[in-house]
């Protein structure tokens, strides 16, 4: 061969390579935030990931996850956004009140979906829950909406506790509302309330400590990321000091705690993985209303109950959605 004709060729197929590199559809990427530990929520990120293929998006096959984790520390959110903005991600999805603000912080443009249990409108996330505008929009538990609620709740399991302690993380964006709402359906039932600061594990034993001294006979815990990742050591320290328990998931109840009010996770989280799937499919996040969840479950543990020689009231488990014996 002349080596004006392999020139030749070897020219025309370096030409070609470019345009078979343009062929091969570039996979879209998600960025996942989310302000708790990774070993925590393995299911939560496989309903997720069940949200995504109910709309044909599966991880790895025609789509990519960037997965960053705070493991409690809200501190890293804001770098961690900052990180999934430059990786240029097609959607974010933000989990946590302050995951959620965090995102929302770092891009404009970028389209966000979150997960929280607080107000996003308070939040300032949306517009509003019908038309949220912007970039950003999601599925809303609104756990503290019902904390008043879990008061009532605690308060008809054990009538003649008159002082409450409340577990509340001051790093949270909503604290100082969980705060104002515990402290409003307290005096609605009468009731004396004491609020108790926990950012750290190591606040768990002086926490507990100061509950027995300040002559607390019951607790409520304030919804939080981080006291959900705690929840076996949580548990454990109730069953210890022997004072009953309410929480906001059903996972503290599976897990051994006495009492939970609040939304199925699980589905909130498949719900958002439907939100996420949609975006990548080109819907636009100003028009997708907020997500509310349909259903509050009261699920009670009867093993807890019996180990705090406390009789269920009958009234309260004919409320119950499940009863883990």
Do not use: C
Request: charged share 15%; net charge neutral.
């Amino acid at each position: 061969m002349r080596r004006r004709d392999f020139v030749t060729g070897i020219a025309g197929a370096v030409a070609a390579w470019p345009l078979a590199v343009r062929a091969q559809p570039v996979m879209p990427i998600v960025g996942f935030l989310h302000a708790g530990a990774a070993w925590e929520y393995g299911h939560l990120v496989d309903a997720f990931h069940q949200g995504l293929s109910e709309k044909g998006y599966v991880e790895s096959h025609n789509v990519i996850l960037e997965y960053r984790w705070a493991d409690g520390h809200y501190e890293r959110l804001p770098i961690m956004a900052a990180e999934l903005v430059g990786r240029q991600v097609t959607v974010m999805f933000a989990a946590t009140a302050p995951a959620s603000v965090a995102a929302k912080a770092a891009t404009a443009t970028i389209p966000i979906v979150f997960w929280t249990g607080a107000d996003p409108v308070a939040l300032g996330l949306v517009a509003s829950l019908g038309r949220p505008g912007g970039n950003v929009t999601g599925v809303a538990t609104l756990a503290e909406e019902v904390d008043p609620k879990r008061l009532e709740f605690l308060h008809q399991l054990l009538p003649a506790v008159t002082t409450i302690g409340a577990f509340v993380n001051p790093t949270a964006p909503v604290a100082k509302n969980q705060i104002k709402d515990f402290q409003a359906a307290a005096e609605k039932l009468g009731l004396q309330i004491h609020v108790l600061s926990i950012s750290a594990e190591r606040d768990f034993n002086p926490a507990f400590a100061n509950l027995s001294r300040l002559g607390v006979g019951a607790l409520i815990i304030g919804p939080d990321a981080f006291f959900l990742s705690q929840r076996e050591q949580l548990i454990r320290l109730a069953a210890r000091h022997a004072i009953p328990t309410i929480y906001f998931r059903r996972e503290f109840v599976a897990a051994g705690g006495l009492i939970s009010y609040g939304s199925n996770l699980t589905e909130s989280y498949r719900q958002a993985g439907n939100y996420t799937a949609q975006i990548l499919g080109g819907a636009k996040p100003a028009y997708l209303p907020v997500i509310e969840p349909t259903k509050i479950e009261l699920v009670i543990n009867h093993k807890a109950a019996k180990a705090l020689d406390l009789t269920i009231p009958p009234s309260l488990l004919a409320s119950a959605d499940e009863v883990i014996e």
